[in-house]
C-alpha cells in the first residue's frame, strides 16, 4: 500500500511534464491557444502529483512514528490461600518463557505490575527511513497501588525479577555515550504498569519510545468487576 503514494504522483508528474513540454512546444510554434492550455493542464497535473505526494508522506510518516511491535504477553493466576500473590506467565516475543532457575515461573505480590525496558530511539527521520527503536525488556515487579501518602515521603517496598543480564558490551550504554553524534537517543528507559489479578492477561507493545501494556476484552471486564463489584458487561447482560 505504501508504493502506490509514491506511484501515484510519479505518473501525474509525468503526464505533467508532457503536457508542458507540449504547450511550450505549441507556443514555439505561435499556436497560442493549444499552447495555454497545455500548460494549464500540465501545472495542474504538477500541483496534483504534490498535493498527493505530500499527502503520503504525511501517511507515511505518521505509520512510521507510531508503529508498534509485539513485546510480550503476561498472565496471573492467583497463588492458593495467600493473598495479592500471582504466578507470573511470562513469554516474550522470540516464544521464551520467564522461568526462575530451579525451573519454576516466579510469583509477584501486590495489586498492580509494571515491566520497563531499556530504549534506544532513532530520530524521527531515521524511522521514516525504516530504523525502528531498539529496546530490551529490563524487569517486571509487583507492587501495591496504595503504597504512598500525599502528606510525606514513604518508603515502598516492590518485589520483581530482572528480564536481560548484560552480556558484557554495554550497547545501551555506549548509546547513551555516543549517540547523540548519529542521532541517537537513548538516555531513557520506558515503563508501563496495570493491575494484577486473577486470571488478568495483557499484551506488550513497544512504539519507537515507549512500552504499551493493553489488556484482553476478557480482562477488561474483570478489572471492572474488581473495581466495580457488581458490574457486568453488554455482553454479559444480552446472555
Avoid: C
Avoid at 520467564?98 to 531515521?126: C, S, T, W
Wanted: neutral net charge; proline residues 3%.
Amino acid at each position: 500500500m505504501g508504493l502506490i503514494w509514491w506511484i501515484l504522483p510519479a505518473i501525474a508528474a509525468v503526464i505533467g511534464l508532457m503536457l508542458l513540454f507540449a504547450g511550450f512546444g505549441k507556443l514555439a510554434k505561435l499556436k497560442a491557444g493549444s499552447g495555454a492550455f497545455r500548460l494549464t493542464f500540465g501545472v495542474a497535473f504538477l500541483a496534483l502529483a504534490g498535493v498527493v505526494a505530500f499527502a503520503g508522506l504525511n501517511l507515511q510518516t505518521y505509520q512510521r512514528l507510531t508503529k508498534e511491535r509485539y513485546a510480550a504477553n503476561i498472565k496471573f493466576e492467583a497463588v492458593e490461600g495467600e493473598e495479592n500473590a500471582y504466578v507470573l506467565d511470562l513469554t516474550f516475543s522470540d516464544g521464551r518463557k520467564l522461568l526462575e532457575e530451579n525451573g519454576a515461573q516466579p510469583i509477584l505480590r501486590g495489586n498492580e505490575f509494571e515491566i520497563g525496558a531499556q530504549v534506544i530511539k532513532f530520530k524521527p527521520m531515521a524511522n521514516m527511513l525504516g530504523y525502528d527503536s531498539i529496546y530490551r525488556l529490563d524487569f517486571i515487579e509487583g507492587r501495591l497501588s496504595r503504597r504512598f501518602t500525599p502528606e510525606a515521603v514513604t518508603e515502598a517496598t516492590t518485589n520483581g525479577i530482572a528480564l536481560a543480564a548484560n552480556p558484557g558490551f554495554d550497547v545501551h550504554r555506549m548509546a547513551q555515550e555516543q549517540g547523540g553524534r548519529f542521532g541517537i537517543d537513548a538516555q531513557y528507559g520506558s515503563a508501563t504498569y496495570q493491575p494484577m489479578g486473577d486470571g488478568f492477561e495483557y499484551v506488550v507493545n513497544i512504539s519507537q519510545d515507549a512500552l504499551i501494556a493493553r489488556p484482553s476484552e476478557a480482562t477488561k471486564v474483570l478489572i471492572q468487576k474488581q473495581r466495580y463489584p457488581g458490574y457486568s458487561s453488554t455482553r454479559e447482560s444480552s446472555q
